[in-house]
């Protein structure tokens, strides 16, 4: 929150974040956060919603990745969240084998694994299916004009069908409208 501006949007912060590669502690923290206010309201009695962090292509990267969560879970102590760790579709498909080893062991850890933006990378249908994730999220570009345009609701209704048929909870990002929810 700056102080004359008021609130950053990340797009304004994430980049830099990445470029200085301070985005490995600022995920880190993220997590952290994430799962000590998950755990505090738990605590005051309140049943928290499923917390998503978002994951840069720079943390997924590393080596440690998958330790650095195991840490920051172990850490909080017991706890048990519903936590889920949301990937951009393109920088899964950038080491796909590498990073399938990653989500499965994390997808083991009991964190459900989101790929976010689905259908605007690079995605192969080839691995759909050989991918450890729980949920599969439209990106917005295909549901603001899906009232609309017939080709991007026939996209809309055909990645759903797909994600059923595999067993995979679907979310729609950018939804506005009681017609785009329908």
């Given amino acids: 929150k700056d102080p004359e501006n008021g609130l950053v949007p990340p797009l304004s912060f994430i980049p830099l974040l990445e470029e200085t590669r301070m985005i490995l502690e600022a995920g880190r923290w993220a997590l952290s956060k994430a799962i000590s206010d998950s755990k505090k309201w738990k605590a005051m009695g309140l049943n928290p919603p499923k917390v ?3 994951v840069s292509p720079i943390q997924l990267r590393q080596k440690d990745f998958v330790s650095m969560v195991a840490s920051v879970i172990n850490g909080a102590g017991n706890v048990t969240i519903g936590l889920e760790l949301e990937i951009t579709e393109s920088v899964i498909m950038q080491d796909i084998e590498a990073n399938i080893k990653k989500l499965r062991i994390i997808r083991d850890m009991n964190i459900e694994v989101a790929i976010d933006d689905f259908g605007t990378g690079y995605s192969s249908l080839n691995y759909i299916a050989k991918l450890p994730f729980n949920v599969l999220k439209i990106d ?10 017939a080709d ?4 809309v209704s055909a990645i ?9 909870r679907v979310i729609a990002e950018g939804v506005e409208t ?5």
């Fill in 52 to 54: 998503a962090v978002n």
């Fill in 178 to 182: 009681n017609e785009q929810a329908d």
């Fill in 152 to 155: 991007d609701l026939n996209i």
């Fill in 140 to 149: 917005r570009a295909f549901i603001v004009n899906m009232t609309s345009n």
């Fill in 160 to 168: 759903i069908s797909l994600a059923h048929s595999l067993h995979l």
